[in-house]
């Protein structure tokens, strides 16, 4: 015997409040450990995976592999950074992009292909601050493409139309407005650089102008669909640099299309709709594979922009 007490001691009033403190604590703990959870791979692996294959095979080409490789590897740059955010849990095959790096300008051509086609697949359904980076870099893709022949040129953009059902509103209004004003901006170009290119690129400009014009005519559309004054053209535009001759028209109109590809990925950036996401998607991948054809023709390098969009 002790003479200690056998009956059972209530908690005080601290230790209810400790207890009560440790069940805050493990409420938030226990939801964070939830099936809730995403535990799939990252949908953005495959991509940095072929990314990283398809910039070293175009550096093991020497400089006919060059600009496929510096584009390639930025690519994989953002990538990484976004996958490497996310954390996500890796699959444990390693997929079909864990292929041996493309040895040809043939492969790299293939690859550059499933690359984009693979990147514009996903731009529907990303959350926002994937969807815009991915829609860069299959532009970017798309753009590659577009340099060389040898890289296959690839397919044209898909059609800029009215999205069946667009909602547009706030800040997806006010995205539509400054593609608008871009789209403005490129055909006032496209008029101008007229009187100073060569009569063979007569057909580029024609069909750039009437692109642009196409394109003017969606944005107001929609924007009156949602009850939103379209925004006029401005009486007249100054280029950032004179425009004295055949290379300084091709420079222009280059950076007139870098500007409406610029404005089309904002509207990728401000909305949530597929539809919309997919027209300014074509949209910024046509400006950027017509301002790689420009670029070719004046000279400038890169001839492809890694990521057309993005600022520099």
């Not at 592999?65 to 990538?79: D, I």
């Not at 697949?121 to 493409?145: K, N, W």
């Amino acid at each position: 015997m002790t003479g200690r007490s056998t009956e059972p001691t209530l908690p005080s009033r601290r230790t209810f409040l400790w207890m009560g403190a440790l069940a805050a604590v493990a409420v938030p703990l226990a939801a964070a450990c939830s099936p809730g959870f995403d535990e799939s791979p990252d949908p953005l692996g495959p991509l940095l995976r072929a990314a990283e294959t398809d910039a070293a095979g175009a550096k093991a080409l020497g400089a006919e592999g060059e600009a496929v490789a510096t584009a390639r590897a930025a690519h994989a740059a953002a990538l990484k950074t976004e996958v490497d955010r996310l954390n996500r849990p890796k699959p444990e095959q390693p997929g079909p992009a864990a292929t041996p790096p493309p040895s040809s300008l043939d492969g790299l051509k293939e690859r550059l292909a499933v690359a984009r086609k693979q990147a514009e697949g996903l731009v529907p359904s990303l959350p926002r601050y994937r969807a815009g980076m991915v829609a860069s870099i299959a532009a970017g893709c798309a753009a590659l493409q577009q340099s060389s022949e040898k890289l296959g040129r690839g397919d044209d953009a898909g059609a800029v139309d009215v999205p069946a059902g667009v909602q547009l509103g706030g800040e997806t209004a006010d995205a539509v407005q400054q593609a608008l004003g871009a789209e403005h901006a490129a055909i006032w170009v496209y008029g101008l650089v007229s009187a100073y290119l060569p009569a063979a690129f007569g057909g580029a400009v024609s069909r750039g102008t009437a692109e642009h014009v196409k394109r003017r005519n969606v944005c107001e559309r929609m924007l009156s669909a949602a009850g939103q004054p379209p925004a006029g053209p401005e009486a007249a535009y100054v280029p950032p640099k004179p425009v004295t001759d055949a290379n300084s028209a091709m420079e222009l109109v280059a950076t007139a299309e870098s500007d409406v590809a610029a404005a089309w990925l904002g509207v990728i950036d401000r909305t949530d709709d597929a539809a919309l996401r997919t027209t300014a998607l074509n949209a910024l991948v046509g400006s950027a594979r017509r301002g790689t054809a420009w670029r070719a023709e004046f000279g400038a390098k890169p001839v492809a922009v890694a990521m057309p969009g993005q600022s520099v």
